[in-house]
């Protein structure tokens, strides 16, 4: 298992993975190659035998350069439980950490218990503010990301360990 800085050429990759891992998840692929291209210090990918498995695109905060911010991470279904992404967040942490980072962030659909659960083991808190719902037992951010778009915001502390 390889883990390096994603490169522009990735993206097709990164597109391909998002679709197998989630197929009913829904936004602008274009986005992808944004961060491949933009944010490539702050993106990675993980390959094995040349292939890439599994994808992770954050980037450090434009306006506060002790926060960062992880948009998604998706591993292709073959791969997954394997580790992977736990290893592109270890990753991350230690390059953000290193630019000046105390913090990341990220948000997750409330119905995603799956996810919910695995942040949480990662050191994850929930950092709910302003109006909240709560969406089957799961407590939310009303309308975080537009209209009827619920969302659970996580923040976590980057220690020296972390």
């Known amino acids: 298992m390889l883990i390096r800085n994603a490169r522009e050429a990735d ?49 450090l905060s434009q306006v506060d350069s002790s926060q960062a911010y992880i948009h998604l991470v998706a591993v292709d279904p073959s791969a997954q439980r394997q580790g992977l992404a736990n290893s592109l967040y270890q990753t991350f942490f230690t390059t953000v950490r290193t630019m000046g980072a105390k913090q990341v962030r990220l948000i997750v659909n409330p119905d995603n218990a799956g996810s919910l659960a695995f942040h949480e083991k990662l050191g994850f808190e ?15 951010v009303k309308d975080y990301n537009g209209p009827g778009l619920h969302m659970v915001p996580f923040s976590r502390p980057l220690s020296q360990r972390s």
């Open 11 to 59: 993206f097709m990759s990164c597109v391909l993975i998002a679709r197998r891992a989630w197929p009913e998840f829904k936004e602008r692929e274009s986005i992808y190659h944004l961060f491949c291209k933009f944010f490539s210090n702050t993106c990675f990918v993980c390959e094995h035998e040349g292939k890439i498995q599994a994808f992770l695109l954050g980037f």
């Open 126 to 140: 929930p950092d709910l503010h302003g109006d909240t719902i709560e969406v089957d037992g799961v407590w939310a």
